[in-house]
């Protein structure tokens, strides 16, 4: 009994280890399930096929879709956007992706690596047929292959913008013409002021004739008028104080001129002008009103005294004329140099006006490094260049084409390894490098190779430590390229050396390292200030330009090749 007691013991606690095993299989196939369709496997020259990929994983799970040109031997002609919808408390994810070929034949979509978590999951490969567009020669005539056609490069759109600071500064131009320097038709007033006094104090009894101050018998503004035109006669002419003086203020100083030979008035002239300047006081304070005919006698006598003190007035000697002509040139001079500093004023305010408005849209340094033309921001602003370097190809997106370097390696090396170098060191806060190293396979196993990977980043570091690279600060993490290849990251902190100066600038540094099972080892190594924004910019864009060959597209893109 015991026996058979403890057998069904035995038996029930296996029947739970396999309900168990089976129940946690169930439950991690539930979790994420990975599957993939298309809408079909046979397609003409240049038709696309639709490659979906279908995801479920748990709420939390971050998914990672293939990206770039995986799809080798095929290409991703677009990929949708990730199309997502939630069931109970799993998301399904799907994304679809247009595929294309445009040579005929029989072609294999290699698995494609979906990470969900940390873990990768592969979908299965899949045969597609691209068929030739059968043409039928009796509907559709045949025509000679034309010649090649020579275009041109596309130029950027730099002639735009040099229209637009033409247009500007012409427009510029143009309004300080137009307000500052442009001779301006004169007004009357200005006019007037240009006349001679004789001639303003004539002009100004014409006007007084045709006014209307005698029709509206207001007599107080004609004496006012007419006596006002005799004294600016006399105030420019002969006693610089003739307007503020009083009557007999201004006939007393005229006397002492007579009597000192100055000016030699008459003694009717003088008596003329007191009489008439008396009668225009007792009109204005004691609101005296003279007939029309003695207010006519007046005014002939005003115009017949104007021409008496004409008579009498010197001629000026030629220092006087002299002084005159310097007198108009110094103004001449000091027009023209207030037109200039209004010129200047208004540039220079342009100037700050359009650097303040900048500086509050884009930000003060963009804009000074604009102007200063900072190194590291035209290299990221620039026409940036994709290229392949080594084999198979590691592609990268670099401001300008890296230089090919002679190899440092020593005669034994070479016999083994085939070392390619390419380097970009021109810019004083960035470096890149990459180093591609073929290794022959029969010499060396997977194992010899990652070795190398290791010794290799070692003796970077070394060289830099020769170079007076100080503080160096290491991290080693995991990276996978935007098309799902695998590598090394080596990366951190350090005090590199400025070119040609004893100085440091603070740096990060990042070293990219792959090796392919074909004996092939690639590094990308860069450099950049932790300060310039710059850098960290360019740094960015190129880390994320990354792009590897693995085996299988390396070789699926060969097979299709030949």
């Keep these: 009994m015991k026996i058979k007691k403890s057998y069904n013991v035995l038996r029930i606690s296996r029947q739970r280890v396999v309900l168990s095993l089976i129940s946690f299989l169930l439950s991690f196939i539930s979790f994420s399930q990975v599957t993939t369709e298309v809408d079909t496997t046979k397609i003409r020259i240049g038709e696309q096929i639709n490659y979906k990929i279908k995801v479920e994983a748990d709420s939390t799970a971050l998914v990672v879709f293939p990206e770039g040109q995986t799809f080798s031997p095929l290409e991703a002609v677009e990929a949708l956007e990730i199309d997502t919808t939630k069931k109970d408390s799993k998301f399904k994810l799907s994304r679809i992706y247009k595929l294309t070929h ?329 470096d890149i490098k990459i180093i591609t190293d073929e290794v022959d396979s029969g010499e060396q196993g997977q194992e010899d190779i990652q070795r190398r990977v290791v010794q290799s980043i070692e003796k970077i570091i070394e060289e830099w430590e020769t170079k007076n690279v100080q503080n160096i600060i290491t991290k080693d993490d995991q990276f996978i390229t935007p098309n799902n290849v695998e590598g090394s990251k080596t990366h951190g902190t350090a005090d590199f050396p400025i070119k040609g100066s004893a100085e440091t600038f603070e740096g990060e540094y990042a070293i990219f390292s792959f090796a392919t099972k074909e004996g092939m080892i690639a590094h990308i190594t860069l450099v950049w200030a932790k300060e310039d924004s710059y850098a960290v910019d360019i740094a960015e864009r190129i880390i994320n330009s990354i792009e590897m060959k693995s085996d299988e597209q390396a070789n699926a893109e060969q097979e299709s090749q030949n």
């Design 102 to 430: 445009f040579d005929s034949g029989s072609y294999t979509i290699p698995r494609q690596k979906i990470i969900i978590g940390e873990k990768p999951f592969y979908t299965d490969s899949l045969r597609v047929d691209v068929g030739t567009v059968e043409v039928d020669t009796t509907k559709q005539k045949l025509y000679d292959i034309k010649p090649i056609i020579e275009v041109e490069k596309s130029s950027s759109n730099w002639w735009i913008w040099l229209l637009v600071i033409l247009a500007a500064l012409a427009l510029i131009g143009f309004l300080l013409w137009w307000f500052v320097w442009r001779e301006k038709p004169l007004t009357e007033e200005e006019e007037i002021a240009l006349l001679p006094p004789y001639d303003r104090a004539k002009l100004a009894l014409k006007k007084l004739d045709n006014s209307q101050y005698l029709i509206r018998s207001e007599v107080k503004e004609y004496y006012s008028e007419l006596t006002m035109i005799i004294r600016k006669y006399l105030d420019e002419k002969v006693y610089e104080r003739s307007l503020e003086s009083t009557t007999d203020e201004l006939i007393n100083r005229l006397q002492l001129l007579k009597e000192g030979n100055q000016f030699p008035f008459s003694k009717e002239t003088l008596h003329n002008l007191e009489t008439i300047l008396k009668r225009a006081d007792l009109v204005k304070f004691a609101k005296s009103a003279p007939d029309t005919a003695l207010i006519e006698m007046d005014r002939a006598t005003i115009e017949k005294e104007i021409e008496s003190v004409k008579a009498v007035l010197p001629e000026p000697t030629e220092e006087e004329k002299l002084l005159d002509q310097q007198y108009k040139e110094a103004q001449e001079r000091k027009k023209k140099r207030t037109k200039v500093i209004i010129t200047v004023a208004s540039l220079v305010l342009l100037l700050v006006a359009t650097y303040v408005g900048f500086g509050l849209k884009y930000g003060f340094k963009y804009v000074n490094d604009t102007i200063l033309r900072d190194e590291s921001k035209e290299l990221l602003e620039g026409e940036w260049i994709k290229s392949a370097y080594g084999y198979p190809p590691v592609y990268i997106e670099t401001p300008e084409v890296l230089k090919r370097f002679q190899d440092t390696l020593s005669d034994e090396s070479k016999d083994k390894i085939k070392q390619r170098v390419f380097v970009f060191d021109d810019a004083e806060h960035l």
